[in-house]
């Protein structure tokens, strides 16, 4: 996953937040990814211009309006797991009808808040995923709907379902590679960590951030099937490897900044 500009400034923005995050380790960030300052500069101010970083004092800025909410969902992911429930068979719909798709970037929002609740589209306009999640109904419309969901859209439990029908919803996602992942990813983080003692620390930074920026995507954009569906066991344990190598890494990163 390649590091750019843009995304390297929000990433530790919002690591801070809600307290800010000096342009001076935006730069010292910058040159461990072959960034110059004045890329990393014209890059904050393009994102205060669409609000998505916000001014707090000289040099120093915080999530702006349009990212609030993106943000503190993002923060959330080290307890994905705590959001689950056993699965009583039960499905979440979301229907968003024959919406104009000229919109690009709602578009995008909307499709963007569906994928971070693990939700697949089965017919054009309609998603669905298996209801296993420990929030009402109400607090998962509340939340797609603050990620970019159409206050019009209709999000309802559904059920009913035949076999074979379950059975091609299941078809939706990608149990194997889900399965591979936990654990090829897993291994990739371990193996790293083995070695990162024996690194530069500027090169344990550069390549600490990489690794948990994948591991940390994974976690975000994770489905949280139920358990008869995926190996609970490898995703937690995967889960619990992605915290304890991203606590490693701000640790490297706490250092490097020093």
Not at 92 to 97: A, E, K, R
Not at 226 to 231: A, F, Q, V
Request: proline fraction near 5%.
């Amino acid at each position: 996953m390649e590091v750019l500009a843009r995304g390297l400034i929000l990433d530790l923005v919002m690591v801070r937040h809600p307290h800010p995050c000096p342009v001076r380790d935006m730069l010292l960030a910058g040159r461990v990814f072959a960034m110059t300052d004045n890329s990393i500069r014209v890059t904050v101010t393009r994102l205060v211009t669409q609000g998505q970083l916000s001014a707090a004092g000289r040099g120093q800025y915080v999530m702006g309006p349009s990212s609030e909410n993106l943000a503190q969902e993002l923060r959330t992911w080290r307890q994905a797991e705590s959001r689950l429930r056993a699965w009583d068979g039960h499905y979440l719909m979301v229907y968003t009808g024959d919406r104009s798709r000229s919109d690009r970037s709602a578009l995008r929002r909307q499709e963007r808040a569906l994928a971070l609740l693990g939700f697949r589209e089965v017919r054009r306009g309609l998603a669905l995923r298996p209801d296993n999640l420990e929030a009402t109904l109400v607090a998962v419309r509340q939340r797609l709907q603050a990620l970019g969901l159409p206050q019009e859209a209709l999000v309802a439990r559904l059920d009913g379902l035949e076999p074979s029908e379950e059975s091609v919803l299941r078809d939706l996602w990608p149990l194997q590679a889900l399965g591979n992942n936990y654990r090829e990813l897993h291994q990739q983080l371990q193996d790293w960590l083995k070695q990162a003692a024996n690194l530069p620390l500027e090169q344990a930074a550069r390549e600490s951030f990489t690794l948990g920026r994948v591991a940390i995507h994974h976690v975000l954009f994770d489905p949280l099937l139920p358990e008869p569906w995926i190996d609970a066991q490898a995703r937690r344990v995967f889960f619990q490897g992605v915290i304890a190598f991203d606590a490693f890494g701000q640790d490297i990163w706490r250092r490097f900044l020093e």
